[in-house]
């Protein structure tokens, strides 16, 4: 059955394909070509006021817990330590950046809840993976400020969720929804409202949507797109063990009746008995008309841009609630792809918004904190 449901599946791809107007699958584009990116009127503004309302937000978080968060991905899941592995026969067109050089790179990983405030687990909505690698090439370029200035680090942070596609879409529709979140921050009834009011109502309920299943069963996508190297183009994480895939973790489903934690109990009781092991791959763009950098909500089709494997990355079993590692992480550790590989530069406004509002973020935690953030640069660093 499972092969006939493959021919199936390649049939209707290369069908797909042969009917699409995009460029050969691998004619990749350069990142720096012509209509890759464009700049939005009046953005530094706008990133400004995006910023303003979710300082405000995490001022909200402080009242009500007397701690200061993140400004999204709020609640932490699990953190686990593990090794990524860049093979060393890739072809040209993927041995780019960090991926250049093959090897064994440690990492650390944080599963969270997506919103920017503690949400129960029964309410179904996106999650999240950011990853930071560790012993990163120093003799790569970094990206620069606008000074022209950038740190010296050995790190490269990637940012994931669960949904190939972002809602915010890009950053005038960002600015609108978080003005939305933030008028109705207390208020999730009348939020789902007010969106189901926009021309794009379907789009902004979509997270609701997701399956609230065991997070160790799902891909991870950065949804919006990046660099690589002389390309561009969408990165994402699959899992690949059998007990990740099975139907016990895949649709092992949250009910209204399970704990306010209960993605965090299965994450823990997983790791305390089996290791994890993710495929990590890229889909390379070829054409913006097909493959925006600009609009974050559109999938990019994987007939005209299919998934290419760069690496893996393999978390042995371990505790991954251990309290001392949780705390370290969430007052200490600074995670931002802005301040990472010139090779692996974030692009399209969604992104250009995140490089002033993680900056603007991580400040005011700390200072509410009275702790202070700043780029681990060891993995033995962290607990």
């Not at 974050?296 to 001392?324: C, K, L, M, R």
């Amino acid at each position: 059955m499972e092969a006939i449901t493959d021919t199936a599946s390649n049939a209707w791809t290369s069908t797909k394909r042969a009917l699409s107007s995009a460029p050969p699958n691998d004619a990749y584009l350069r990142w720096d070509a012509q209509g890759v990116e464009q700049l939005v009127p009046d953005e530094e503004t706008k990133t400004e006021k995006v910023a303003e309302i979710m300082n405000r937000m995490q001022r909200h978080n402080f009242d009500q817990h007397r701690h200061a968060y993140r400004a999204t991905h709020v609640k932490s899941q699990g953190i686990v330590k593990g090794t990524l592995t860049v093979p060393s026969d890739l072809p040209r067109h993927l041995a780019q950046g960090l991926f250049a050089i093959p090897g064994s790179y440690p990492v650390c990983a944080r599963y969270a809840n997506e919103p920017v405030f503690l949400q129960s687990d029964t309410v179904p909505g996106p999650r999240g993976m950011g990853l930071k690698v560790f012993n990163c090439p120093k003799s790569e370029p970094r990206i620069t400020d606008d000074a022209g200035n950038n740190e010296e680090s050995n790190t490269q942070d990637f940012l994931f969720n669960n949904a190939p596609m972002l809602e915010l879409t890009d950053i005038d529709t960002t600015l609108d929804i978080m003005a939305l979140r933030e008028k109705h921050f207390d208020n999730p009834i009348a939020l789902s409202a007010a969106t189901k009011l926009r021309t794009d109502a379907l789009k902004q309920n979509a997270p609701g949507m997701l399956p609230n299943t065991n997070i160790i069963s799902h891909g991870m996508y950065t949804q919006s797109a990046f660099r690589f190297g002389d390309y561009y183009g969408h990165l994402a994480l699959f899992p690949i063990l059998d007990e990740q895939t099975n139907p016990k973790s895949s649709t092992q489903s949250v009910s209204s009746s399970d704990p306010h934690n209960v993605l965090k109990d299965w994450l823990f009781d997983y790791f305390n008995h089996q290791p994890a092991k993710y495929e990590f791959k890229i889909q390379l763009g070829t054409d913006p008309a097909h493959h925006p950098t600009e609009d974050a909500s559109i999938v990019w089709d994987e007939a005209t841009a299919p998934y290419q494997t760069i690496g893996y990355i393999e978390f042995p079993v371990q505790n991954s609630f251990d309290h001392e590692r949780r705390v370290f992480w969430e007052d200490h550790m600074r995670l931002d792809p802005w301040r990472g590989l010139e090779a692996h530069r974030p692009l399209g406004s969604v992104n250009r918004v995140r490089r002033g509002v993680y900056a603007r973020s991580t400040k005011q935690r700390d200072e509410l904190n009275a702790r202070e953030s700043y780029d681990i640069q060891h993995v033995d660093e962290i607990p």
